[in-house]
């Protein structure tokens, strides 16, 4: 993402001391919440538990799945010695984490500043994460979440841009409206990697003209644009940079519209809390304070991972709470 993980790591870890933040936490699953330890230690039955419970509800399960194989990475092996291949909650978490565990060993850095060493270490745990991903999506067909993993692992596999648009295409067969895949497709699409900010922008469009309502995707549509002020440079962005972006009367309108798609019947979703950091931000660069307060309001001492404050930020949690700040919070 423009910085090295390594030195992303340490600046969050700064970041965290001087701001009380939490990165990464900006959702709602109150039970995901409490099995993490368990699975940062290398226990994994809680975490199956969550993922089984998850079948009917793919959002739900496409944030345990990402979440729980973030925590499970460091014990990918020992995971991959208890792993049932003919349960594909257990082949998706396997495979999540290979992904999770791959995109550790590259880092965050565009491809010029990865060394060759790393990459060959990057592709070869990558591999071992097709197998499991592919064999969840045989084992439960209808859910669209092995599919989002593969998009990470396509990306970084570096397939064409053909085969990763049918990964996309199976995903929004299974599921049109997944937020968590929406946010993938907006990496493979982005300027670094497989796309441009054109096609990037054009997507924000997209979610819009979707008309999806009651449903905090339409809140992605920031993030597009946030991904644009992002990936101009190897550094983050500028504040300048993201009110020029957000101050664009097309992209200006974009937000309003989401704010209204939104608000008409919203239901509880896991990933409210981003949805209200993103359009908080959002407005917030476009000058309108007041609606930024509404939405912060919602939010607390968890930010994302990356968008918003990543945008124009290697401190994000310190840019979040000076926003708060300004906007009387």
Same mark, same amino acid.
């Given at each position: ?82 792993? &049932? ?56 067909? /209808? &859910? ?108 200006? /309108?974009?937000?309003?519209?989401? &704010?209204?798609?939104?608000? &008409? ?65």
């Amino acid at each position: 993402m423009g910085i090295d993980r390594a030195l992303q790591a340490a600046v969050t870890g700064v970041d965290r001391c001087a701001s009380r933040t939490r990165p990464g936490n900006a959702w709602d699953d109150p039970e995901l919440a409490a099995s993490l330890r368990k699975v940062r230690k290398g226990r994994f039955t809680m975490a199956l538990r969550l993922l089984a419970e998850a079948r009917t509800d793919f959002e739900r399960r496409a944030l345990r799945a990402e979440t729980l194989a973030a925590a499970a990475a460091s014990h990918v092996e020992a995971l991959a010695a208890q792993t &049932d291949y003919d349960n594909p909650d257990a082949c998706l978490l396997l495979g999540a984490a290979r992904i999770s565990n791959a995109w550790k060993i590259r880092g965050g850095s565009y491809a010029r500043y990865v060394g060759s060493d790393r990459f060959q270490r990057f592709w070869a745990e990558l591999e071992l994460a097709r197998e499991p991903l592919q064999r969840a999506a045989v084992l439960f067909p /209808e &859910d669209p979440v092995p599919w989002n993993h593969l998009q990470w692992y396509g990306l970084g596999i570096q397939v064409g841009r053909q085969e990763l648009d049918r990964m996309w295409a199976e995903l929004q067969q299974r599921d049109p409206t997944l937020f968590a895949g929406h946010q993938t497709r907006i990496q493979v699409i982005a300027g670094k990697w497989k796309g441009s900010p054109r096609e990037v922008a054009d997507f924000a469009a997209e979610i819009i003209a979707q008309g999806v309502t009651g449903n905090p995707l339409v809140a992605l549509a920031a993030t597009a644009h946030f991904e644009n002020v992002f990936t101009g440079s190897d550094e983050a962005g500028t504040d300048e940079q993201a009110r020029q972006a957000f101050c664009v009367p097309e992209v200006a /309108e974009q937000i309003h519209q989401a &704010d209204k798609l939104w608000a &008409d019947h919203p239901r509880p979703h896991p990933y409210d809390p981003e949805a209200h950091h993103l359009l908080g931000a959002a407005f917030y660069y476009i000058g309108d304070y007041a609606r930024a307060r509404d939405h912060l309001a919602h939010t607390d001492r968890r930010i994302p991972r990356i968008h918003p404050w990543m945008a124009t930020s290697v401190f994000p949690g310190l840019t979040y709470l000076r926003v708060r700040k300004k906007v009387a919070l």
